[in-house]
């Protein structure tokens, strides 16, 4: 009867309103605690793209000779040793007879007598003395190395060059390839020349000068001494004077097609002794049939003998 059904309608009604109460608030829960977990996540995510992550670096020693030191970050001291890896923050210091090379991220960096340098996981910062610095076109994992020092900033442009910090001045010398020098108020695009490096000094003022120097002799003789063993033994004579003219800063030439196939295929034997690599090239190739001439804009133009 419709009495007795409104009735039970009535009962069923109050009965349901808890349970469907309580599921609601549970839903609602729920989805809150969705909400609030995405806008963490998110947050989270944000974040982490606005905090700026150090760059990986890596850092072998490849030559150490001499009176040297390293402090790491925590301020001990040790001598270091060759394949020996440095972490960012540490810093090298020579003495009076002492030389250290380095592999900074695929760079050759070689550290001059009297020398103190800062590894940062970005830059380079020379404190005292003179660097050489080589790119690795091949194997380096960044481009753009960037060596401060009190007077401004130096910034590889695929290169070799040196930094000498002197009392007041900073004078960086390109031999191959082309820097960025940087100062608060200036940049200047420094280039190696044909036949000549270029040499630019930064003083206190922030006064730029730039001149041209030579790109060989006494002024560069120091970077051969950190210079890594090369040994001569089983090399070909091409893989020789490729090594020879990355050390030295010259360009490698080759008179005609079958000159650069006899080195190729011309394997050499023995070593040079203590000769550094612009002093061997004459000596080594003449146990082949090779001969090298420097040429006035640092070419080494390689041509076979011609026999009588």
């Known amino acids: 009867p419709p009495e007795l059904r409104a009735q039970w309608e009535k009962t069923f009604r109050a ?5 469907l109460d309580g599921r609601n608030r549970r839903i609602h829960g729920v989805v809150l605690g969705l909400c609030a977990s995405v806008v963490l996540v998110t947050a989270a995510w944000w974040f982490t793209l606005l905090e700026p992550t150090a760059p990986n670096v890596s850092i072998r020693v490849s030559h150490v000779s001499g ?16 394949d020996q890896q440095l972490a960012a923050g540490s810093s090298i210091s ?7 090379t380095i592999n900074y991220n695929g760079y050759d ?3 001059h007598r009297n020398t103190h340098i800062a590894l940062a996981p970005d830059r380079i910062k020379v404190l005292a ?9 091949v194997n380096s994992k960044s481009h753009g190395l960037r060596i401060d020092t009190p007077h401004g ?13 002197l009392p007041h001045e900073t004078v960086t010398t390109v031999r191959r390839g082309a820097v960025l020098v940087e100062t608060p108020s200036a940049q200047l695009r420094a280039a190696a020349l044909p036949g000549s490096a270029v040499q630019v000094t930064l003083d206190e003022d922030q006064t730029v000068q730039q001149t041209r120097v030579a790109a060989s002799g006494a002024a560069w003789d120091w970077i051969y001494s950190g210079a890594p063993v090369y040994k001569l033994e089983g090399q070909s004579a091409y893989e020789f004077l490729q090594w020879s003219v990355s050390e030295s800063g010259l360009h490698l030439q080759f008179a005609d097609m079958a000159a ?20 061997a090239v004459n000596p080594v190739l003449a146990t082949t049939d090779l001969q090298a001439q420097r040429k006035a804009d640092n070419t080494l133009l390689v041509s076979l003998q011609v026999r009588r």
């Open 67 to 82: 009176d040297h030191q390293m402090h790491d970050d925590a301020g001990s001291a040790q001598t270091l040793r060759v």
């Open 109 to 111: 960096l070689r550290l």
């Open 153 to 165: 900033t130096i910034r590889d442009i695929g290169t070799q060059f040196t930094v000498a910090l």
């Open 94 to 100: 020579t003495g009076e007879y002492g030389v250290v």
């Open 260 to 279: 650069e196939i006899y080195a190729s295929n011309t394997v050499l034997h023995g070593d040079f002794g203590a000769l550094n690599p612009e002093q």
């Open 129 to 137: 003395g003179q660097i050489y610095a080589s790119d690795d076109q």
């Open 15 to 19: 009965g349901l309103q808890p349970v």
